[in-house]
């Protein structure tokens, strides 16, 4: 099985700052991954996958890079509707698909 | 528009069944995997269960094979998850998902609750 971790468990950040969010795989994935955000009582919504691909409706601020078993998410400039949970997730060829614990990003 | 909807849940005793229902709608279902994915109360996302799109294929975790079953309907646009033997660490809010062409998961329901207690 790959485990995910996820750093930090708690972001606190600033409206309009930078947040940098990792995961590491415990075996290589190439680029096998995609994140998630998962806002209050909401279920989770796609952001990223793959190489930094922006899922529908994904704002431009949403950026993702990485591959083998060091992988980013970064929001360029927090906007209030950003804080959240943020979940990766391996989609490499075998079961089971895990996530990562979960990156809470809170505000400062 | 893409749209999944729950439903089946509740409160049942350890040792007990539950069916879950995933309806949807707003894309052609017969050419899609789907999934379904936990999350424990105040926890991380656990994928549970996949089928293929024609049900010839079937992938679940370790903690629930032997126990779970995912079926699906196309003709109904219909996904099932028949849960047996549950346990009080199935207590979940339950998320029906669709997967991309790739292993994750594009769009999903707003998940249905199931909770395991005497």
């Known amino acids: 099985e790959i485990v995910m971790t996820q750093s930090p468990a708690t972001l606190s950040v600033s409206l309009g700052e930078r947040a940098t969010l990792s995961c590491r795989a415990s075996?290589?994935?190439?680029?096998?991954v995609a994140w998630y955000q998962q806002r209050p009582g909401q279920a989770p919504r796609l952001l990223i996958y793959?190489?930094?691909i922006r899922a529908t409706g994904i704002p431009a601020r949403f950026s993702g890079s990485g591959s083998g078993t060091e992988f980013t998410l970064t929001i360029s400039s927090l906007q209030s509707e950003d804080f959240a949970v943020y979940y990766c997730?391996?989609?490499?060829?075998?079961?089971?698909?895990?996530f990562g614990q979960g990156t809470k990003v809170e505000i400062k | 528009e893409v749209q999944l909807v729950e439903s089946g849940g509740g409160l049942v005793q350890p040792g007990g069944s539950l069916r879950l229902s995933c309806s949807a709608s707003?894309?052609?279902?017969?050419?899609?995997?789907m999934s379904w994915v936990r999350q424990a109360p105040g926890k991380g996302l656990q994928w549970v269960a996949k089928?293929?799109?024609?049900?010839?294929?079937?992938y679940y975790v370790d903690s629930v094979k032997g126990r779970f079953t995912i079926s699906r309907d196309n003709a109904k646009n219909s996904m099932f998850l028949q849960m047996n033997s549950l346990r009080v660490e199935d207590t979940a809010v339950y998320y029906c998902?669709?997967?991309?062409?790739?292993?994750?998961?594009?769009?999903w329901g707003q998940g249905i609750l199931v909770s395991v207690s005497s």
């Open positions: 089928i293929k799109e024609d049900g010839s294929e079937k």
């Open positions: 997730q391996h989609f490499d060829n075998w079961p089971p698909w895990t």
């Open positions: 075996q290589t994935i190439g680029s096998n």
């Open positions: 793959g190489e930094s």
């Open positions: 998902a669709r997967d991309w062409t790739l292993p994750f998961f594009d769009y």
């Open positions: 707003g894309f052609n279902f017969n050419t899609y995997w």
